[in-house]
């Protein structure tokens, strides 16, 4: 199969959503109707359903030992992830009131809150961020724990969680569709994922199990069709009835799961010789280069906010089209310097550094 580069476009699009949603959560503005956050969580999920498909992909392609997936994972989350880390970590401890002193913004409060019990837990915190493992403490224990320093980390840690398991849940789900007996312990499996969850933290990785799932189930539902020629009606027929059904039923998550299903819709397509208006979107060079930086764009671009805020604000910029236009600025030129700097040199190298060790253990004698 092509690499698929609709997907990759996607990436960068949601990466842009959660950053303008947590700015606009940030300025004096508000649109009627309209979250302040712009719902931006729901790009999260998007990400883990395109996290699922990866994996899936991964897995089914390379047959690696477990030591030297986990490697190659670990390779690539956890370099640039401690680096947007610990610069988070002194900006909480240089800046501690940058949020509390905010004249206004929707997410104010909250933040405050987060601050404040980041400094309060400073050592659990950091000894539950550096393993990516924060989003398997329960509130109850560290308070606010799970968005620490790096807020939006809080679905690194979900990822991370994935990664750890997926070799050998992806491969228990191939084997579901052949035995009973699997099916019923899987499902046995979700049922018990579904009642702890409750109790823990928004970033355990048995509440996204679903999303997961959507992933890898789209990865075999493209390698199932490699053979086939589709009608390019026949494909929109369905996306739109998944989608309508999905909106009629009242799915919880209905949007990024009609999201995935579009674009999905949209790489079905291209792969059966058209080309859609939205394939030509999410391939398009802007989409395709904040794509590739994703990552780096979804870890730094509170750091220029944050940033941009206190300078706002020891500058006296309170006018709201002012204040807003000036923090978007900060925002997105800091985000888009700081994510070529790490994706050039941390990600980048990393990555090769990955595909040399898998490159090594296959070459390896038997």
């Known amino acids: 199969?092509?690499?698929?580069?609709?997907?990759?476009?996607?990436?960068?699009?949601?990466?842009?959503?959660?950053?303008?949603?947590?700015?606009?959560?940030?300025?004096?503005?508000?649109?009627?109707?309209?979250?302040?956050?712009?719902?931006?969580?729901?790009?999260?999920?998007?990400?883990?359903?395109?996290?699922?498909?990866?994996?899936?992909?991964?897995?089914?392609?390379?047959?690696?030992?477990?030591?030297i997936y986990i490697a190659r994972r670990a390779l690539r989350i956890f370099?640039?992830?401690?680096?947007?880390?610990?610069?988070?970590?002194?900006?909480?401890?240089?800046?501690?009131?940058?949020?509390?002193?905010?004249?206004?913004?929707?997410?104010?409060?909250?933040?405050?809150?987060?601050?404040?019990?980041?400094?309060?837990?400073?050592?659990?915190?950091?000894?539950?961020?550096?393993?990516?493992?924060?989003s398997l403490i329960p509130d109850r224990i560290i308070p606010q724990g799970e968005y620490a320093f790096l807020g939006q980390a809080w679905s690194?840690?979900?990822?991370?969680?994935?990664?750890?398991?997926?070799?050998?849940?992806?491969?228990?789900l191939l084997a579901a569709r052949r035995s009973w007996s699997m099916a019923l312990g899987l499902l046995a499996v979700f049922l018990v994922l579904a009642f702890i969850g409750r109790a823990m933290p928004m970033g355990f990785v048995g509440r996204y199990?679903?999303?997961?799932?959507i992933g890898i189930a789209t990865h075999h539902l493209l390698n199932w069709q490699k053979t086939r020629s589709i009608q390019i009606s026949t494909i929109a027929t369905i996306a739109i009835f998944v989608i309508g059904a999905l909106v009629l039923l009242r799915v919880p998550s209905v949007l990024p799961i009609s999201?995935?299903?579009?674009?999905?819709?949209?790489?079905?397509?291209?792969?059966?010789?058209?080309?859609?208006r939205l394939?030509?979107?999410?391939?398009?060079?802007?989409?395709?280069?904040?794509?590739?930086?994703?990552?780096?764009v979804y870890l730094a671009h509170m750091i220029p906010l944050t940033i941009g805020m206190n300078a706002l604000e020891k500058a006296g910029i309170e006018e709201p089209?002012?204040?807003?236009?000036?923090?978007?600025?900060?925002?997105?030129?800091?985000?888009?310097?700081?994510?070529?700097?790490?994706?050039?040199w941390i990600e980048q190298p990393f990555q090769r550094l990955g595909k040399q060790l898998s490159t090594r253990a296959q070459q390896a004698p038997a």
């Open 1 to 67: 199969m092509r690499h698929i580069r609709e997907y990759d476009g996607l990436r960068g699009i949601m990466a842009i959503w959660v950053l303008l949603g947590h700015f606009t959560s940030s300025i004096f503005l508000s649109i009627p109707h309209i979250p302040a956050n712009l719902s931006n969580r729901q790009a999260v999920d998007v990400f883990i359903i395109l996290s699922g498909f990866a994996i899936a992909v991964l897995i089914d392609r390379s047959h690696e030992p477990y030591g």
């Open 209 to 213: 199990a679903i999303f997961f799932a």
């Open 259 to 276: 999201i995935w299903v579009a674009v999905s819709a949209c790489v079905l397509a291209h792969i059966n010789a058209y080309k859609s």
């Open 321 to 344: 089209i002012t204040h807003a236009v000036s923090l978007l600025i900060i925002t997105v030129l800091g985000t888009a310097a700081l994510a070529y700097l790490s994706f050039r």
């Open 79 to 134: 370099p640039v992830y401690w680096v947007y880390l610990s610069a988070s970590v002194a900006i909480t401890l240089l800046l501690p009131f940058v949020w509390q002193d905010a004249p206004a913004g929707a997410m104010k409060e909250a933040r405050s809150h987060i601050l404040a019990s980041s400094i309060s837990y400073f050592w659990p915190n950091i000894a539950t961020h550096i393993p990516a493992l924060h």
């Open 279 to 296: 394939s030509q979107l999410l391939t398009s060079r802007v989409a395709l280069w904040i794509g590739e930086r994703s990552y780096s």
């Open 156 to 172: 690194i840690s979900l990822e991370w969680q994935f990664y750890l398991i997926a070799p050998f849940v992806i491969p228990a």
